[in-house]
Protein backbone atom coordinates (compact mmCIF):
# COMPACT_ATOMS: atom_id res chain seq x y z
CA UNK A 1 0.00 0.00 0.00
CA UNK A 2 1.44 3.55 -1.06
CA UNK A 3 -0.52 5.89 1.54
CA UNK A 4 -2.62 7.67 -1.48
CA UNK A 5 -5.94 6.87 -1.65
CA UNK A 6 -8.81 8.12 -3.76
CA UNK A 7 -12.52 8.74 -3.58
CA UNK A 8 -14.81 7.06 -4.74
CA UNK A 9 -13.77 3.40 -5.45
CA UNK A 10 -16.36 3.39 -8.64
CA UNK A 11 -18.88 5.99 -9.88
CA UNK A 12 -21.31 5.66 -12.47
CA UNK A 13 -22.41 9.24 -14.29
CA UNK A 14 -24.82 10.07 -16.85
CA UNK A 15 -23.72 11.37 -20.37
CA UNK A 16 -23.49 15.53 -19.95
CA UNK A 17 -23.08 15.26 -16.18
CA UNK A 18 -19.87 16.90 -13.67
CA UNK A 19 -17.85 14.61 -11.96
CA UNK A 20 -15.69 15.36 -8.98
CA UNK A 21 -13.35 13.01 -8.23
CA UNK A 22 -10.77 12.91 -4.86
CA UNK A 23 -6.89 12.20 -3.77
CA UNK A 24 -5.53 12.15 -0.64
CA UNK A 25 -1.60 12.60 -1.23
CA UNK A 26 1.08 10.67 1.26
CA UNK A 27 2.39 12.23 3.87
CA UNK A 28 5.15 14.85 3.34
CA UNK A 29 3.87 15.00 -0.82
CA UNK A 30 3.41 18.00 -2.23
CA UNK A 31 2.71 16.94 -6.05
CA UNK A 32 -0.39 15.28 -6.95
CA UNK A 33 -0.54 13.94 -10.50
CA UNK A 34 -3.63 12.33 -12.43
CA UNK A 35 -3.89 10.25 -14.68
CA UNK A 36 -6.40 8.52 -17.01
CA UNK A 37 -6.17 4.78 -17.95
CA UNK A 38 -9.03 3.55 -20.60
CA UNK A 39 -9.33 -0.36 -20.72
CA UNK A 40 -6.51 -1.90 -21.91
CA UNK A 41 -4.10 0.97 -22.22
CA UNK A 42 -1.91 2.46 -20.26
CA UNK A 43 -2.37 5.54 -17.85
CA UNK A 44 -2.58 8.66 -19.99
CA UNK A 45 -1.16 12.13 -17.71
CA UNK A 46 -3.81 14.34 -17.54
CA UNK A 47 -2.01 17.36 -15.26
CA UNK A 48 0.05 17.55 -11.98
CA UNK A 49 -0.30 20.01 -9.26
CA UNK A 50 2.42 21.32 -6.84
CA UNK A 51 1.90 23.06 -4.07
CA UNK A 52 -1.68 24.32 -5.38
CA UNK A 53 -0.88 25.54 -8.39
CA UNK A 54 -0.54 23.11 -11.98
CA UNK A 55 2.20 22.39 -12.92
CA UNK A 56 1.66 20.68 -16.48
CA UNK A 57 -0.42 19.39 -18.83
CA UNK A 58 -1.33 16.66 -20.75
CA UNK A 59 -3.39 17.04 -23.83
CA UNK A 60 -7.03 16.62 -22.28
CA UNK A 61 -9.58 19.20 -23.03
CA UNK A 62 -10.13 22.18 -20.27
CA UNK A 63 -13.40 20.06 -18.71
CA UNK A 64 -11.33 18.43 -17.55
CA UNK A 65 -9.62 20.52 -14.24
CA UNK A 66 -7.96 20.08 -10.55
CA UNK A 67 -7.26 21.66 -7.67
CA UNK A 68 -4.90 21.15 -5.17
CA UNK A 69 -5.57 22.21 -1.41
CA UNK A 70 -3.15 23.26 1.55
CA UNK A 71 -2.62 19.95 2.68
CA UNK A 72 -1.86 18.91 -0.84
CA UNK A 73 -5.02 16.63 -1.15
CA UNK A 74 -6.09 17.23 -4.53
CA UNK A 75 -9.47 17.12 -6.63
CA UNK A 76 -10.13 16.20 -10.26
CA UNK A 77 -13.03 17.74 -12.14
CA UNK A 78 -14.67 16.97 -15.52
CA UNK A 79 -17.33 18.69 -17.07
CA UNK A 80 -20.18 17.61 -19.86
CA UNK A 81 -18.97 14.14 -19.62
CA UNK A 82 -18.42 12.17 -22.50
CA UNK A 83 -18.68 8.17 -23.24
CA UNK A 84 -15.09 7.95 -23.71
CA UNK A 85 -14.17 9.24 -20.19
CA UNK A 86 -15.00 5.99 -18.59
CA UNK A 87 -11.73 5.05 -17.73
CA UNK A 88 -10.22 4.07 -14.33
CA UNK A 89 -8.85 7.73 -13.18
CA UNK A 90 -5.20 7.27 -10.86
CA UNK A 91 -3.94 9.72 -8.40
CA UNK A 92 -0.02 9.99 -8.00
CA UNK A 93 1.56 11.71 -5.45
CA UNK A 94 5.48 12.58 -4.79
CA UNK A 95 7.86 14.93 -3.26
CA UNK A 96 8.62 17.10 -6.19
CA UNK A 97 10.94 15.06 -8.40
CA UNK A 98 11.16 11.80 -6.86
CA UNK A 99 9.17 8.63 -7.12
CA UNK A 100 5.47 8.45 -7.84
CA UNK A 101 3.23 6.69 -5.49
CA UNK A 102 -0.24 6.00 -7.38
CA UNK A 103 -3.50 5.28 -5.53
CA UNK A 104 -5.87 2.52 -6.68
CA UNK A 105 -7.95 4.43 -9.08
CA UNK A 106 -11.48 5.83 -9.05
CA UNK A 107 -13.55 3.71 -11.64
CA UNK A 108 -15.59 5.92 -13.93
CA UNK A 109 -18.36 4.74 -15.90
CA UNK A 110 -20.74 6.70 -18.25
CA UNK A 111 -23.88 5.71 -19.28
CA UNK B 1 9.89 11.87 -25.43
CA UNK B 2 11.35 8.98 -26.13
CA UNK B 3 8.95 6.05 -27.68
CA UNK B 4 8.85 2.66 -26.38
CA UNK B 5 8.23 -0.60 -28.14
CA UNK B 6 7.32 -3.96 -25.73
CA UNK B 7 5.57 -7.24 -26.82
CA UNK B 8 1.89 -7.19 -25.87
CA UNK B 9 1.78 -10.22 -24.28
CA UNK B 10 3.95 -13.22 -22.36
CA UNK B 11 3.52 -16.13 -20.65
CA UNK B 12 5.63 -18.37 -18.83
CA UNK B 13 5.30 -20.85 -15.83
CA UNK B 14 6.26 -20.90 -12.12
CA UNK B 15 9.51 -21.01 -11.11
CA UNK B 16 10.83 -20.12 -14.35
CA UNK B 17 12.91 -16.77 -15.34
CA UNK B 18 11.30 -14.58 -17.79
CA UNK B 19 12.43 -11.63 -19.52
CA UNK B 20 10.83 -8.85 -21.14
CA UNK B 21 12.58 -6.40 -23.43
CA UNK B 22 11.40 -3.10 -24.42
CA UNK B 23 12.83 -0.93 -27.42
CA UNK B 24 13.22 2.56 -27.64
CA UNK B 25 15.54 3.92 -30.41
CA UNK B 26 15.22 7.36 -29.54
CA UNK B 27 16.32 7.44 -25.93
CA UNK B 28 18.02 10.81 -24.98
CA UNK B 29 21.62 11.42 -23.33
CA UNK B 30 19.68 12.08 -20.56
CA UNK B 31 16.95 9.98 -20.05
CA UNK B 32 16.72 6.76 -18.23
CA UNK B 33 14.88 3.73 -18.17
CA UNK B 34 11.91 2.88 -15.64
CA UNK B 35 9.83 -0.18 -15.40
CA UNK B 36 6.42 -0.09 -13.44
CA UNK B 37 4.04 -3.32 -12.67
CA UNK B 38 0.20 -2.82 -12.72
CA UNK B 39 -2.49 -5.46 -10.99
CA UNK B 40 -5.91 -5.31 -12.23
CA UNK B 41 -8.03 -2.41 -10.47
CA UNK B 42 -4.44 -0.76 -9.16
CA UNK B 43 -2.68 1.62 -9.74
CA UNK B 44 1.39 1.22 -11.09
CA UNK B 45 4.34 0.30 -8.73
CA UNK B 46 7.81 1.52 -9.38
CA UNK B 47 9.95 -1.31 -9.95
CA UNK B 48 13.14 -0.27 -11.23
CA UNK B 49 14.80 2.65 -12.64
CA UNK B 50 18.36 2.07 -14.65
CA UNK B 51 20.49 4.08 -16.72
CA UNK B 52 22.96 2.22 -18.08
CA UNK B 53 24.88 -1.66 -17.82
CA UNK B 54 22.81 -3.37 -14.87
CA UNK B 55 20.93 -2.62 -11.95
CA UNK B 56 19.81 -4.89 -9.48
CA UNK B 57 17.27 -5.06 -6.63
CA UNK B 58 15.13 -7.49 -4.41
CA UNK B 59 12.19 -7.83 -7.06
CA UNK B 60 14.19 -7.56 -10.30
CA UNK B 61 17.11 -6.81 -12.66
CA UNK B 62 17.51 -4.27 -15.06
CA UNK B 63 19.65 -4.95 -18.06
CA UNK B 64 20.63 -1.78 -20.45
CA UNK B 65 23.28 -2.63 -23.44
CA UNK B 66 26.11 0.27 -24.00
CA UNK B 67 24.08 1.87 -27.04
CA UNK B 68 20.86 1.97 -24.40
CA UNK B 69 18.81 1.61 -27.82
CA UNK B 70 16.93 -0.96 -25.57
CA UNK B 71 16.42 -2.55 -22.21
CA UNK B 72 15.80 -5.56 -20.67
CA UNK B 73 13.99 -6.63 -17.11
CA UNK B 74 14.52 -9.71 -15.37
CA UNK B 75 12.10 -11.32 -13.16
CA UNK B 76 13.64 -14.87 -11.73
CA UNK B 77 11.45 -17.54 -10.64
CA UNK B 78 7.86 -15.88 -10.94
CA UNK B 79 5.06 -16.78 -9.48
CA UNK B 80 1.43 -16.89 -9.84
CA UNK B 81 1.49 -13.56 -8.68
CA UNK B 82 3.90 -11.87 -10.71
CA UNK B 83 1.13 -11.94 -13.20
CA UNK B 84 0.57 -8.39 -14.05
CA UNK B 85 1.03 -5.70 -16.72
CA UNK B 86 4.65 -4.39 -17.09
CA UNK B 87 5.55 -1.20 -18.68
CA UNK B 88 8.55 0.23 -20.01
CA UNK B 89 9.37 4.32 -19.97
CA UNK B 90 11.56 6.39 -20.91
CA UNK B 91 12.18 9.84 -19.34
CA UNK B 92 14.59 12.08 -17.60
CA UNK B 93 15.04 11.13 -14.11
CA UNK B 94 12.18 10.90 -11.86
CA UNK B 95 9.94 12.88 -14.61
CA UNK B 96 6.77 14.14 -13.55
CA UNK B 97 5.44 13.78 -16.54
CA UNK B 98 5.11 9.77 -16.84
CA UNK B 99 4.56 8.61 -20.40
CA UNK B 100 3.26 5.34 -20.65
CA UNK B 101 3.00 2.48 -23.17
CA UNK B 102 0.32 -0.11 -23.62
CA UNK B 103 2.55 -2.47 -21.86
CA UNK B 104 3.20 -6.11 -21.62
CA UNK B 105 0.62 -8.22 -20.08
CA UNK B 106 2.63 -11.13 -18.72
CA UNK B 107 0.54 -14.18 -17.59
CA UNK B 108 2.48 -16.78 -15.47
CA UNK B 109 0.82 -20.32 -15.45
CA UNK B 110 0.87 -23.15 -12.40
Known amino acids: ETGVTQSPTHLIKTRGQQVTLRCSSQ?????VSWYQQALGQGPQFIFQ???????GRGNFPPRFSGLQFPNYSSELNVNALELDDSALYLC??????????FGPGTRLTVT | LAKTTQPISMDSYEGQEVNITCSHNNIATNDYITWYQQFPSQGPRFIIQ???TKVTNEVASLFIPADRKSSTLSLPRVSLSDTAVYYC???????????FGTGTRLQVFP
Open chain 2, 89 to 99: LVGTYNTDKLI
Open chain 1, 49 to 55: YYREEEN
Open chain 1, 92 to 101: ASNDRGQEQY
Open chain 2, 50 to 52: GYK
Open chain 1, 27 to 31: SGHNT
